[in-house]
């Protein structure tokens, strides 16, 4: 019989690897070049994801390909739809700056915050995981409720998101405005929809570290003490975003409607889902799910790629 202090340190021990945990400069450094690098490859396309998911007409037009492209053109492209090639690129830029502050401070806080909850959770609850689920079961167990837990307290960082959505699909809204301003006169206002951010993030988080760590479990990764190859890191994100992106997507088409409407005529949740349905039927709740998952995605993959892999790098190079 293995005495239950030694065996929850050797649950923890054998969880820590697949997981990265390590120094908590690792985890900073790792997770804010994850985030630099996710913003600066692929702003433009989350800025394509968000338009199409405020649009709240019909896009697809099954019968005329020419409407669809004209209304993808005018959706994505909105007040430069006439302009030229550049101009239209140029146009996907909106809310850089809210978009580096969101962007960097939610991949330290999310990417690098879930191993410390992780490794807590682990110590604490480690070894009744491991006795009612099994190891490899306990162990994805645990990683995907922690990343639950991080992705409800993601909301915090709400308000810089709201501002980086207003930018890009309704940037009359902040014109003439500084950042002082708006958070003076908005105050609590920025934080609307923030119920249905979390209920949206605890799911979706859920997801994408429990799908991540499953991955691994899968390949064989960390029980042999050895990191993950990079390779084996960009399949474990591959599938963990998948199914976060997914099991997100219609709690973030309403999200988004929440945050794109104009300060002064918010609208609940509640009433937004009931138009959605009403005017664009049930699959009006998954619109914009194709760009993310074939666009988006990869940016979600590539920064929890980069971000576990460097996590795990500097914290075996600052030992």
Not at 49 to 56: F, H, N, Y
Not at 170 to 175: A, D, K, N, T, V
Not at 213 to 240: H, L, N, P, Y
Request: hydrophobic letters at 40%.
């Amino acid at each position: 019989m293995v005495p239950k202090e030694e065996k929850t340190t050797a649950s923890a021990a054998a969880t820590s690897p697949v997981h990265v945990s390590g120094k908590s400069t690792a985890r900073i450094i790792g997770s804010a070049v994850a985030g630099v690098s996710e913003l600066a490859l692929f702003h433009p396309v989350d800025t394509v994801a968000k338009r199409l998911m405020s649009t709240e007409t019909r896009v697809i037009t099954l019968n005329s390909p020419t409407q669809t492209a004209a209304n993808l053109n005018t959706a994505i492209f909105r007040t430069s739809a006439a302009e030229s090639v550049g101009r239209k690129f140029i146009s996907l830029f909106p809310g850089i700056g809210f978009g580096a502050a969101y962007k960097i401070l939610q991949r330290v806080y999310k990417f690098g915050g879930q191993p410390v909850l992780l490794d807590m959770m682990t110590r604490r609850f480690g070894s009744d995981f491991d006795e009612k689920f099994g190891h490899k079961t306990g162990r994805t167990l645990l990683s995907a409720t922690s990343g639950s837990l991080i992705g409800v307290g993601e909301v915090i960082l709400l308000p810089l998101d709201a501002l980086k959505v207003k930018a890009q699909t309704s940037p009359e809204q902040l014109h003439g405005r500084g950042v002082v301003d708006i958070f003076k006169n908005e105050g609590l206002g920025l934080y609307r929809g923030a119920g249905l951010t979390a209920m949206r993030n605890a799911p979706g988080s859920f997801a994408l570290f429990g799908g991540n760590t499953a991955a691994k479990t899968f390949m064989g990764v960390g029980e042999d003490g050895c990191r993950a190859t990079w390779t084996q890191d960009a399949i474990a994100s591959c599938v963990g975003a998948t199914a976060s992106i997914t099991v997100a997507q219609p709690l973030d088409v309403i999200k988004t409607r929440i945050q794109n409407r104009p300060f002064d005529s918010p609208e609940s949740g509640a009433t937004i889902f009931k138009r959605l349905i009403e005017n664009e039927g049930i699959g009006g709740l998954f619109k914009g799910l194709t760009p993310k998952l074939l666009v988006v995605g990869p940016k979600l993959i590539f920064s929890f790629t980069v971000a576990q892999h460097l996590i795990g790098y500097f914290e075996y190079k600052l030992k």
